[in-house]
T-cell receptor, first 115, second 117 residues
Framework: AQSVTQLDSQVPVFEEAPVELRCNYS??????LFWYVQYPNQGLQLLLK??????LVESINGFEAEFNKSQTSFHLRKPSVHISDTAEYFC?????????????FGTGTLLAVQP | NAGVTQTPKFQVLKTGQSMTLQCAQD?????MYWYRQDPGMGLRLIYY???????DKGEVPNGYNVSRLNKREFSLRLESAAPSQTSVYFC????????????????FGEGSWLTVV
């Protein structure tokens, strides 16, 4: 079975400052890793995902995440945040093989960007 | 680009009432899901359907039933609503055929806010 831990329920940060949202996972098998973003009163949208290959993956809006197998982490970073990045961010995992249609989510981190 | 459409967006129910949440996707996806989202608990899978005609329980199926009416539609029914079912419900879909090659990207609807009083 897989599990995802997002230790920070809320991360306040000032505009243009860097930010890191932490995600750790537990799994006995290899996994795919995802970050989803949820803007207020909307559904979840895929931000980025790690499948294989380069451990650093990037999104189109400046976020990046690095897969660290030894630390079982997939932290999300952005060097300079904007007010529009205010949203809830969810880390998720699914096993490479077997029940690939079951996505396990963390509890979410609210990124609150202040002017 | 409709994607995943779910109705209604808002609903208030009395304890014991029944209702059905409707969901449809126009992406020709095989797999469909129902999640509920509660503060501090993230998203939890209620039921999923890997293909037309099949359904399976997720983490929190008690108190719910589902129907995969056809490839496009996947409904969630509350037979006798309870206050504990007050939540935001999300329908989602994914393409299992390409999922194994490209990772299982799931596409979500905009959510249905349900309050049981």
């Amino acid at each position: 079975a897989q599990s995802v831990t997002q230790l920070d329920s809320q991360v306040p940060v000032f505009e243009e400052a860097p930010v890191e949202l932490r995600c750790n996972y537990s799994s006995s098998v290899s996994v795919y890793l995802f970050w989803y973003v949820q803007y207020p009163n909307q559904g979840l949208q895929l931000l980025l995902k790690y499948l294989s290959g380069s451990t650093l993956v990037e999104s189109i809006n400046g976020f990046e995440a690095e897969f660290n197998k030894s630390q079982t982490s997939f932290h999300l970073r952005k060097p300079s945040v904007h007010i529009s990045d205010t949203a809830e961010y969810f880390c998720a995992v699914t096993p490479l093989r077997g029940a690939t249609n079951k996505l396990i989510f963390g509890t979410g981190t609210l990124l609150a960007v202040q002017p | 680009n409709a994607g995943v459409t779910q109705t209604p967006k808002f609903q208030v129910l009395k304890t014991g009432q029944s209702m059905t949440l409707q969901c449809a996707q126009d992406m020709n996806h095989n797999s469909m899901y129902w999640y509920r989202q509660d503060p501090g608990m993230g998203l939890r899978l209620i039921y999923y359907s890997a293909s037309e005609g099949t359904t399976d329980k997720g983490e929190v199926p008690n108190g719910y039933n589902v129907s995969r009416l056809n490839k496009r539609e996947f409904s969630l029914r509350l037979e006798s609503a309870a206050p504990s079912q007050t939540s935001v419900y999300f329908c989602a879909s994914s393409d299992e055929e390409t999922g194994r090659r490209s990772g299982n990207t799931i596409y979500f609807g905009e959510g249905s806010w349900l309050t049981v009083v």
